[in-house]
């Protein structure tokens, strides 16, 4: 049995698209301000404090930035049924949305998202592909529970080779 693969079938971080996150990160980290950075990880830090989560016990507090400068918080509502439960980012998307964030800037609102969990851990997939619907690519900061960052990356290097609103041409 034949087990070559081919090396143009493998979707792996190119140094293209690693160089280009790198870029991407230092443009809007230089643009944002570690300070300003740090303010809002202390907030999704507060955030958390805010959580209901008693069935898992798990905390999640957000702090989303938009394109205009606006800042919008979440945290998880958890539910009995835990499918229905409500996620901290999902929370600050829709509390962004309802804001009028999408009808002021348009689909593309979302510059950086800033998650404290009680593990040192970015976004789950499900609030990756939330955050993707309303931005290209944004800043994603990690922090810890006493509000201070842990890890800074974004989105497109979370999710690789993602489908995206781009790809059904808006």
């Given at each position: 049995m034949d087990t070559h693969i081919s090396p143009s079938l493998l979707r792996l971080?190119?140094?293209?698209?690693?160089?280009?996150?790198r870029g991407f990160l230092?443009?809007?980290?230089?643009?944002?301000?570690?300070?300003?950075?740090?303010?809002?990880?202390?907030?999704a830090a507060k955030n958390r404090s805010l959580s209901y989560s008693p069935y898992s016990n798990y905390c999640v507090g957000v702090t989303l930035l938009s394109t205009s400068g606006k800042v919008y918080d979440g945290a998880n509502a958890e539910r009995a049924s835990y499918s229905e439960t409500d996620h901290g980012e999902e929370a600050a998307v829709?509390?962004?949305?309802?804001?009028?964030?999408?009808?002021?800037?348009g689909r593309?609102?979302?510059?950086?998202?800033?998650v404290s969990h009680a593990s040192n851990t970015a976004p789950c997939?499900?609030?990756?592909?939330?955050?993707?619907e309303h931005c290209d690519?944004?800043?994603?900061?990690?922090?810890?529970?006493?509000?201070s960052i842990s890890g800074i990356t974004n989105l497109k290097t979370l999710l690789p080779y993602a489908f995206s609103p781009s790809d059904l041409g808006k």
């Open positions: 971080p190119t140094n293209e698209s690693i160089e280009s996150s230092a443009k809007e980290i230089r643009s944002i301000g570690m300070a300003r950075l740090s303010v809002l990880a202390k907030r829709t509390a962004a949305i309802l804001a009028g964030e999408v009808k002021k800037t593309k609102f979302v510059r950086a998202i800033v997939g499900r609030c990756r592909q939330i955050l993707l690519d944004c800043v994603v900061v990690m922090v810890k529970i006493d509000g």
